[in-house]
């Protein structure tokens, strides 16, 4: 398969993780989601939810199966964010690997094709989950609670860069699912 075939999203949904809504999911007909952890959930520099992300983690668990999986070797930091949201986890990750994505699919006992990977990365998020055949879901990173002088993301960038060098289309892609439940 072609590099750029396996860094190109199925969606992008140029927002954070909290526009992706139930609707959505059926739409796509997916059942389960791997999240990533840092940047996707939760800023890098936080280590507690907000209300926000445990509301829309209410609704998404009400229409499938959830689970974070995280390159983090913290495992307490991971633990920190997955035990409020009550969902499952994994560390040390190692994406692109997939090996621990296959054992969160495993658990989930669902075909690669109704589970998403979604994250803010390109060469481990979206590359990992392609190599799985999942369906693949690019986020903005979550905007921090606490004030910073400015967020910066050059790794991103760079990825972003190369990506597009070799053709991977990254403009907004997210269709509308109609109304919101």
């Not at 791997?34 to 936080?46: G, H, R, W």
């Not at 926000?52 to 668990?61: F, N, P, Y």
């Not at 199966?65 to 190692?94: C, K």
């Not at 989950?129 to 690019?138: A, M, P, Q, S």
């Amino acid at each position: 398969m072609v590099l750029s075939n396996l860094l190109q999203p199925d969606l992008v949904l140029g927002g954070s993780v909290l526009e992706l809504s139930p609707a959505l999911l059926k739409h796509y007909n997916l059942k389960g989601l791997i999240l990533d952890v840092d940047d996707t959930l939760v800023p890098f520099c936080q280590a507690e939810t907000s209300p926000a992300l445990a509301g829309w983690m209410g609704k998404i668990k009400e229409v499938g199966a959830v689970w974070l999986v995280s390159n983090n070797v913290n495992t307490n930091r991971i633990r920190r964010i997955a035990d409020p949201l009550q969902v499952p986890y994994l560390t040390s990750a190692g994406k692109p690997s997939r090996r621990k994505l296959k054992q969160a699919l495993s658990a989930m006992n669902l075909p690669p094709e109704q589970v998403a990977m979604v994250g803010d990365r390109l060469f481990t998020d979206i590359l990992a989950g392609n190599r799985l055949g999942l369906f693949t879901i690019l986020v903005e990173p979550m905007p921090s609670l606490k004030p910073q002088k400015v967020q910066r993301f050059p790794l991103r960038f760079l990825e972003f860069s190369i990506s597009q060098y070799l053709g991977v289309t990254l403009s907004r892609s997210m269709p509308d699912p109609g109304p919101n439940p």
